[in-house]
């Protein structure tokens, strides 16, 4: 084992930099903020639990199949989630006052927040934890705080000015917004910051797994699984019909994915089982049904938008991940984007027919054509805010670089007794 007095620990900057932002917040939260009054129901409560659950535990424990990491994998995601749901409530609010919504029940001063809010802003930390997942392991805490901030403003400018807003594409579980989002901004900030300072992923021993990190990441995709419908239906407690279709198609979509996953692996690991495709593409179809999970896809389509996303992320960890890594220089730790990459491209894609097929649905207020452009309208825009975005924080982030820190190693940041 690496010796435990190596590094320095976080170093002399994270501290007060944390400190700083957390009272930033709380200054933004006493003047700017109050409790709500409007109608409460348990439902969002559990809604919001369950998010919570796949924040914490999932997100958590799937990233911790790197074995000298395991910790911070957990650790950081904990404090990341606290600061990006409180930055989000922030910036979501700056910018539908930027997006001329102001006098909507949401963008007022001071802001009532309330459960439906603090669900939009577990969203934001899951499309942070997403970004976290193609850095993690190569950055320091330091690091991540720059790119928490940044992340936060450009997601909420995305999501609330251009794809909720100005584009009014349909996009209830977040394929678009969260999972196409996070995954190219960790993309491309991995570009912008290169590979690790000490040596490549792919030739790191520190960042393989064994048996129990293995074990300990798929006890993080087992909860995801139970609870990535609650996820995609969190936004539709109160309309009972569209929450139940979000459900079923969502299950449905796992399901598919999750067989997919098995057979893939099989079929391209030389007729054995590969942990990672196990422990992430069985997850695919969840990022895939977003976009599309309140529209009427029949049970048959939300299965096959589950089996082709969990079929196109085993197919990215097999060849584009090494592919990415050998010859663009972008390492991606998790692999996030054959998880929440390329299966929310083919879902989003999927949802410009859906939406056609569906375009009778009363949330849908635009004609057939207006519907699906904007559906491949969100696409773009989210593409180029990401990427570009991305590249720019990791810009940002590289400058404060630690020199001498190993990679992938919980003692780097930790005071550990063993």
């Not at 970004?131 to 790119?147: D, H």
């Not at 400018?157 to 909720?164: P, Y």
């Not at 079929?267 to 990672?276: A, F, I, T, Y």
Request: aromatic fraction near 10%; include cysteine; charged fraction near 10%.
């Amino acid at each position: 084992a690496p010796p435990n007095a190596a590094p320095a620990g976080p170093g002399p900057r994270f501290g007060p930099l944390l400190l700083a932002l957390q009272t930033a917040l709380l200054v933004f939260f006493a003047a700017a903020t109050k409790h709500s009054d409007a109608p409460y129901s348990h439902d969002q409560y559990v809604a919001f639990r369950d998010v919570m659950a796949m924040l914490l535990i999932g997100f958590g424990f799937l990233v911790t199949f790197l074995r000298r990491f395991g910790l911070s994998a957990v650790g950081f995601t904990l404090l990341l989630a606290a600061l990006s749901m409180q930055l989000n409530l922030a910036a979501e609010l700056a910018c539908r006052l930027l997006a001329g919504n102001a006098g909507d029940p949401d963008t007022v001063l001071p802001m009532p927040v309330s459960l439906p809010a603090l669900i939009d802003a577990e969203f934001a930390a899951a499309t942070l934890l997403i970004s976290f997942g193609a850095l993690i392991g190569r950055v320091s805490p330091l690091q991540m705080l720059i790119v928490c901030v940044a992340q936060s403003a450009f997601y909420a400018f995305n999501k609330a000015v251009l794809v909720l807003g100005a584009i009014a594409a349909e996009d209830v579980g977040g394929s678009i917004t969260i999972h196409m989002f996070g995954a190219y901004f960790g993309l491309a900030a991995s570009l912008a910051l290169g590979p690790a300072p000490d040596r490549p992923a792919a030739a790191h021993d520190a960042a393989l797994p064994d048996k129990v990190s293995d074990l300990l990441a798929l006890l993080g995709t087992a909860v995801l699984w139970l609870f990535w419908p609650s996820f995609v239906g969190a936004t539709e407690t109160a309309a009972p019909q569209n929450e139940h279709r979000c459900l079923v198609n969502t299950v449905l979509a796992l399901l598919g994915s999750t067989v997919a996953a098995f057979y893939l692996s099989h079929k391209l690991n030389r007729g054995k089982l590969d942990p990672v495709h196990i422990a992430n593409s069985t997850l695919a179809g969840g990022v895939a049904i977003g976009s599309a999970a309140r529209l009427d896809i029949s049970p048959a389509g939300a299965l096959l938008t589950g089996f082709l996303a969990g079929a196109v992320s085993v197919g990215g960890y097999v060849y584009s991940s090494p592919f990415l890594e050998q010859h663009l220089g972008i390492a991606d730790t998790c692999g996030v984007g054959n998880l929440h990459g390329y299966p929310s491209v083919v879902g989003a894609l999927l949802s410009v027919a859906f939406v056609a097929l569906h375009s009778g649905a009363p949330f849908l207020k635009f004609g057939v054509v207006s519907l699906m452009a904007r559906q491949l309208a969100a696409i773009f825009a989210t593409l180029v805010v990401s990427v570009a975005s991305g590249y720019l924080t990791g810009k940002l982030a590289a400058a404060v670089q630690e020199k001498g820190v190993p990679s992938y190693e919980d003692c780097a940041w930790w005071h550990l007794e063993y």
